[in-house]
């Protein structure tokens, strides 16, 4: 344990070596003015964590570059601050890229951004996979010229031939769905830039760095004036008929639904997976999965007074968004999906989320998807439908059922999965992110007490021997240059 609290300490100790450039003291009311409504306190809270770790102190011209991870629960309003964020770097004279897992979400927050920094003369870009040639070109030629303040996309902006003139700021957003090397791709389009990523339910990796001093948190943990609890209840197929009186009832009263399940088309073979203990898959005869095309089909012929549309990822990007667009406008009464719902959908009348073959599902996702609804100020509840006999999935279930803050499910995703992999460890072309390191005799999730005693025993021989140049440290030197990828000597 403390050899593993040394190398996250000594890692921790090398970024903060690392020099940004630092933001001009800027006054953010203008862009306040326009918000519909007022921060909460725990949003100014991150704001003020986010000004006081870029902006100028003084005369300094180098500072600190910012890495702060911002955890806040589904709809509880951290866009706005990246945005704020993205003011500061704009109006400091540098640009922005701000990265997101589908082309749903990034056409949500170019259009956002577009509408609320756009009169405050913020040009922006959006840059996706389906993006036209000519245009990618011209948006390219923008962000290298320094004519575009922020750049908005998906894994796109990580692509070759993506450069910028003076990136200063990058932001992630759902994070728990970027692998390690998409995280760090990012991060490399400017070694010198300031870092915030943020998350409902952030990957055990991330968290247990959080926790343990890799990152700085800034936690929103109060909702928006108005926003209710998702209820939340797990259900079997015995309860079909009554599931279906309550989507017909959800629409009477004038709301929607969104019905998710595992797999588009029906599986090919009998031989299905199931979680048995974390996230281990062990055979078993067929779960009866849902797939969406099909249940889309059933669904029309048991509701036929009901309006009812499909939506996967197979779909071409126009259909996809033609689909969305219809549900959000209302002429859609339950829509049919995959989990490509699950980040970036924003349809306030929505108040009803069935989870169909919910234990295939992770406990991000399902928090994740729980957040679709209760967006706006309909009672809204999450019906989680299972036959799954297995004890894992059960307290898996369970976990949803009773507990709602994405924090807590992601410390218990944690005490599940383990932490992953702290330390870079190359396999060919991946990295591992569960598992992670190994301890013979204790476990990092329950042990908290020796690690925490851990963590302060090397703390304090980095503040006594920062380098491990002492003789008498020389076999722990040894030991941290074969699990750190990083330069020891520059350690001072």
Do not use: W
Not at 212 to 225: A, C, H, Q, R, T
Not at 413 to 430: A, E, I, V, Y
Not at 468 to 483: D, F, N, S, T, Y
């Amino acid at each position: 344990m403390f050899e593993f609290a040394l190398g996250i300490s000594m890692s921790a100790h090398e970024k903060r070596l690392l020099t940004a450039t630092p933001f001009e003291p800027t006054d953010i009311t203008p862009l306040l003015k326009l918000l519909p409504y007022e921060l909460t306190t725990a949003q100014k809270h991150a704001v003020n964590d986010i000004y006081r770790d870029t902006v100028r102190k003084g005369d300094a011209s180098r500072i600190p570059p910012m890495t702060r991870i911002l955890i806040g629960d589904v709809g509880s309003g951290k866009t706005i601050c990246a945005l704020i964020a993205i003011y500061l770097a704009a109006k400091s004279g540098h640009q922005s890229a701000l990265m997101v897992p589908t082309e749903i979400l990034a056409r949500q927050h170019y259009k956002d951004i577009c509408a609320l920094l756009g009169g405050l003369g913020i040009k922006s870009e959006l840059l996706i996979g389906s993006t036209p040639k000519k245009k990618r070109q011209q948006i390219l030629a923008d962000a290298e010229s320094g004519l575009c303040d922020v750049v908005v996309g998906t894994h796109a902006v990580i692509s070759e031939g993506v450069n910028f003139s003076d990136l200063a700021l990058v932001i992630t957003d759902e994070q728990h769905r970027f692998g390690v090397m998409q995280r760090a791709a990012l991060k490399d389009k400017s070694t010198s830039a300031h870092l915030l990523v943020m998350s409902a339910t952030p990957i055990p990796r991330t968290l247990a760095l959080a926790m343990y001093g890799d990152l700085d948190i800034s936690e929103i943990n109060e909702m928006p004036k108005g926003r209710q609890r998702v209820d939340t209840f797990v259900v079997n197929e015995s309860y079909r008929g009554r599931l279906n009186g309550f989507i017909k009832k959800t629409v009477s009263d004038g709301g929607q639904c969104y019905i998710v399940c595992p797999s588009i088309d029906e599986p090919k073979t009998e031989n299905i997976m199931e979680p048995t203990s974390g996230y281990k898959l062990t055979p078993v005869s067929s779960l009866n999965l849902k797939s969406a095309l099909k249940y889309t089909e059933t669904l029309r012929a048991e509701l036929p007074d009901l309006r009812i549309s499909c939506l996967h990822g197979k779909m071409k990007t126009k259909e996809k968004n033609d689909i969305m667009e219809s549900f959000v406008r209302g002429d859609t009464d339950i829509l049919v999906s995959t989990t490509v719902i699950e980040v970036g959908v924003n349809v306030p009348n929505a108040s009803l989320m069935v989870i169909e073959n919910a234990e295939r599902f992770g406990l991000s996702q399902l928090h994740q998807l729980r957040g679709r609804v209760g967006r706006g100020n309909r009672k809204s509840y999450c019906i989680l439908v299972s036959d799954s006999k297995g004890d894992a999935a059960r307290e898996r279930l369970d976990v949803m059922r009773t507990v709602y803050d994405g924090a807590k499910i992601a410390e218990r995703d944690l005490m599940l999965r383990g932490p992953g992999d702290f330390f870079p460890q190359n396999s060919g072309d991946t990295i591992r992110q569960s598992g992670g390191f190994e301890f013979n005799a204790a476990r990092m999730c329950n042990d908290t007490d020796l690690m925490n005693r851990a963590f302060s025993c090397a703390k304090a021989l980095m503040k006594k021997d920062p380098g491990l140049r002492e003789p008498e440290h020389a076999p722990l030197r040894e030991k941290m240059k074969k699990i750190l990828d990083i330069d020891l000597s520059t350690i001072s």
